[in-house]
């Protein structure tokens, strides 16, 4: 009778937190998970010192994590998915007002325009400012090229400065960097600016500042304030003249400096600490009210529109998740939010695999039965650890091994079996997360090719190239559908689909796979997008203004 009474004040004791975590806003089923299934827990659910699991082979556990890692996400099983996920894209072109959004941002580059731009980027750590030049896209290897770029770090101190102070700050150090190139005849510096943090866009160049976040205090006594006014009335100080003709974020920009380079692009692809999608569609695939409040002057000038997906918040209900992606959602905060992204990105991607090890340990005697303290914390496994043993193709795994006692130390050193199995774990787990993304980027192209058919206008009208207002003939009915069906590019940019050991073509190939049975004709070909952030601002830049002229700074 000792052992069940033990197992039966372990689950009383598991029940009663449960329902405490309950009573503080969690689902019950949220709550169960979390306490039963985390590593104390499991270690609790022992009877007589013995595991009350069955014990089993390390070789039985990786192939049940194999059948749930990578069987949903079969040939047929990843097409069905991309069904489904290309129905919530679809639905939400005309509802969620966290989604598919529609920029302000209409101008794809000709690759005609020309001349020197500056450019910022302002992100968590780092604002870059640089002069950037075109040189059109006959300039075959040299199309666009960053002339001068200054990076400065964004210091906790620097993050402390509130309101204006912020502002200031980064008007001196634009003028330290481009004072020497201001010519005198010239009366207003234009500028593009990607911004990472949330702004309330209302023009193309103009945004309503919100919360920053990332500890950042600039927006003290300045919410609601236009970004764009506010970086020239700091400039102004410092003797500069400036104009914010255009804002982009992360997504937006990668497709954008792409664009200039190859004309078929018509994606923005992000897959680093997280993961987004921009996309070029129609306008007319939306509903009005996802538009808000705009000129009607820019709907008469603008055919297609470049969209923020926010691709993270996707997949409920459809995402083929294991008992490992049920735990981390039970333990976070917002377990719906966003989806897809904590089976994409590389802030989960570690987790999922920490989760299954502290499993293999206590139910498969992974690592002697003996879990490394460190591990015991979440998050505590971080993606380019697993870059790293992944990377490690030696027999020996010496590289492998010595990358993870450095990180997470134990009393009894990993076996190299214990390496390979935890090597073999997170391949499934980068293998699955590369291809949900190519089910993302093949279920967008099947989108845009259903949307040009239903909404490219029968009859033609000319429309500005760009906000200078100079009306070229827009490209027939015939050209538009023969642009789609080529070769589409996918610009991408982010550590882990950069970085991460054979994540790339991967990817690659279950687009491919894809591709080959779709009803559309094709292919979709990803190609990186190097110092997008500064050259997709540089370019929009060049959008806004007038195309081909020359511009200088």
Known sequence: MQPLTSAMTTLKKSLLAAFKSFLRGRSFLQAILTFWISPKALREHNVDGN?????????????????????????????????????????????????????????????????????????????????????????????????????????????????????????????????????????????????????????????????????????????????????????????????????????????????YVHGSTRFGLILGTGTNIAVHLPVSAFSRTKYGKRPESWFKSASHVIVNTELGMFGKDILPLTRWDELLNASHPRPEFQPLEHMLSGFYLGEICRLAIVEAVETAGLLGGQLPPSLEKPYSLDTEILSRIEADTSPTLEKAISQFTTHHPTSTPPTLSDITAIRTLATFISRRSAALLAASVFSLWELRHETEAEHVPTTPKPTPSNDSGVALPSPSVEEQIEDIEASTKVAFNGSVIEHYPLYLPACQRYIDGLVSHSRYPGSVDLVPAIESSILGAAVALACATASGAQQKV
Not at 187 to 193: F, K, R
Not at 208 to 234: R, Y
Not at 240 to 249: D, G, H, S, T
């Open 51 to 259: 595991r009350a699991y069955p014990p089993r082979a390390i070789e039985e556990f990786l192939k049940e994590a194999e059948k749930l890692f990578l069987g949903p996400i079969d040939e047929d099983g990843l097409r069905r998915y991309s069904s489904d996920l290309k129905r919530q894209f679809r639905e939400r072109l005309s509802s969620h007002p966290e989604c598919m959004l529609p920029s302000f941002n209409h101008l794809l580059p000709t690759g005609k325009e020309r001349g020197q731009y500056l450019a910022l980027d302002v992100g968590g750590s780092t604002l870059r400012v640089a002069l950037v030049e075109l040189r059109g896209r006959e300039a075959t290897g040299r199309e666009s090229e960053i002339v001068r770029m200054v990076s400065f770090k964004i210091t906790p101190e620097i993050k402390q400065l509130e309101g204006m102070s912020f502002f200031d700050w980064m008007a001196s150090r634009i003028y330290e960097v481009i004072h020497t190139d201001i010519s005198n005849e010239q009366d207003t510096i234009p500028m593009g600016l990607a911004w990472s943090f949330p702004v309330e866009q209302v023009s193309l160049g103009g945004g309503l500042l919100l919360g920053m976040g990332k500890g950042f205090l600039a927006t003290n006594g300045l919410l609601g304030q236009d970004l764009g006014e506010l970086i020239k009335f700091a400039c102004k100080k410092q003797g500069l003249n400036v104009q914010l003709e255009a804002i982009v974020n992360d997504s937006s920009a990668t497709l954008l400096s792409q664009a």
